[in-house]
């Protein structure tokens, strides 16, 4: 899994190697007791004699002593890692020191490996120190850097152990030659000399040969040690690789399952979205509504607004037919002028007449409006019912989600 470094040094994602990613805050506080007692080390009088040959900057990782499992970070923030050469022992290390601890000493063997296991972050277990280091970098050119000089130092640590093993083999086919010429010198110096000449002039091959085999012995020795701990060496990083074929297993089962659950979800999501989408054009649609019975509410406001002029004017009607009567009476009394007030009766009687078919038409008009301001007034009540409806499902919904 890949880890993304911000710039104040923190591990976003923590590699892992049994599904489950470690959090730095968490495993910092145990991880200065985790470390083997080889890391624990004063260097300050090894690399006097090394040099430095590589350097860079990494979170520096450990394996879970007791799981085998888990990363434990070793530094809370990018430390230097470097590669040194021994010009005595011809060796090479890689070491890494975060203040005054020491938290990388690892001697690079031929037969160890660098493994990238994500863009940024990789590893390569130390049978030595009984561990697994893991370097995340910042970007995937260090990684790549690192991990070619990892090669090419392993590549002269072959080539070191190679010449050791010739010059071991070497120095014995010398000491067995030199064995099988000594009965010769013997046996010539017995024939052509006497006694005195014999120790004149073998003592200092006898010298010679045993200071020889003293060395071949100590060679010998010393390669029967060094097989014996390759051999170890060996049982570890078989012991190791096991161990790392289990959990890359388990990792790999996380993954599958981890693979199931985001299908799971992402279905969920997309249920959900589209719940979404429908609840918004309903929500769309509920707004037209609003506005529909704005405008309704707005126009029964007018209609009740002209039906009182409609009545005002009607009362001006009704007060002008009251003078009838008057205009009546004083006809009566005043002969004189009876055609002139036949005829403006009869004008009067026709706007009378005018009068009453406008007010049976605006009283006609009056119970029309007022139905249909009943059949707006439950059209409204319907939809104002329906939206609290609506208003309920929604509240119901949103407490479900």
């Known amino acids: 899994m890949p880890m993304e470094l911000t710039e104040a040094g923190q591990a976003e994602d923590l590699p892992f190697l049994n599904g489950e990613p470690m959090d730095c805050q968490e495993a910092c506080a145990g991880c200065a007791s985790n470390y083997p007692e080889p890391m624990q080390v004063d260097l300050a009088s090894s690399c006097k004699q090394e040099q430095p040959i590589f350097t860079t900057r990494a979170h520096v990782f450990q394996i879970d002593p007791t799981t085998k499992k888990n ?34 000493n690892s001697t690079i063997t031929p037969n160890m490996t660098f493994t990238k296991t994500s863009q940024k972050f990789g590893q390569w277990a130390d049978s030595r120190a009984n561990t697994v280091f893991g370097l995340g970098f910042a970007s995937e050119q260090q990684l790549s850097k690192f991990a070619e000089k990892f090669q090419e130092v392993k590549e002269a640590a072959r080539l070191a152990r190679d010449k050791s093993q010739e010059k071991i083999e070497t120095s014995s086919n010398h000491s067995q030659e030199s064995g099988r010429d000594t009965p010769s010198s013997t046996r010539a110096s017995s024939v052509n000399g006497t006694d005195d000449e014999k120790a004149s002039h073998g003592e200092p091959p006898d010298d010679h040969l045993k200071n020889e085999n003293d060395k071949l012995k100590t060679a010998l020795a010393q390669s029967s040690m060094n097989v014996k701990k390759w051999e170890n060496e060996l049982q570890t990083l078989r012991e190791s690789n096991a161990r790392l074929s289990v959990a890359l297993q388990e990792s790999a089962a996380s993954v599958e399952q981890w693979k199931l659950q985001f299908l799971a979800c992402k279905e969920e999501n997309d249920q959900l979205r589209n719940k979404i989408e429908e609840l918004e054009t309903q929500c769309i649609e509920i707004n037209k509504e609003k506005e529909r019975n704005a405008n309704l509410s707005l126009r029964l406001q007018e209609l009740e607004v002209e039906l009182q002029e409609k009545e005002l004017e009607l009362e001006d009607l009704g007060k002008r037919g009251e003078i009838v009567p008057q205009l009546m009476s004083e006809c009566e009394s005043v002969t004189e002028k009876l055609q002139a007030a036949e005829k403006k009766n009869k004008d009067l009687e026709e706007k009378v007449r005018t009068l009453r078919m ?37 509240s119901k919904l949103g407490v479900d989600n």
Do not use: C, M
Not at 75 to 81: E, G, M
Not at 85 to 97: E, F, H, L, P
Not at 366 to 389: A, C, M, S
């Open 71 to 104: 990363w434990v970070p070793a530094s809370k923030q990018a430390v230097t890692v470097s590669y040194f050469y021994d010009s005595t022992r011809n060796s090479y290390r890689i070491i890494s020191v975060d203040g005054a601890k020491v938290i990388i």
């Open 358 to 394: 406008d007010f049976e038409e605006s009283k006609h008009r009056q119970g029309h409006l007022k139905t249909e301001l009943k059949h707006f007034l439950d059209v409204l009540d319907g939809k104002i019912d329906e939206l609290h409806e609506f208003r309920q499902g929604l």
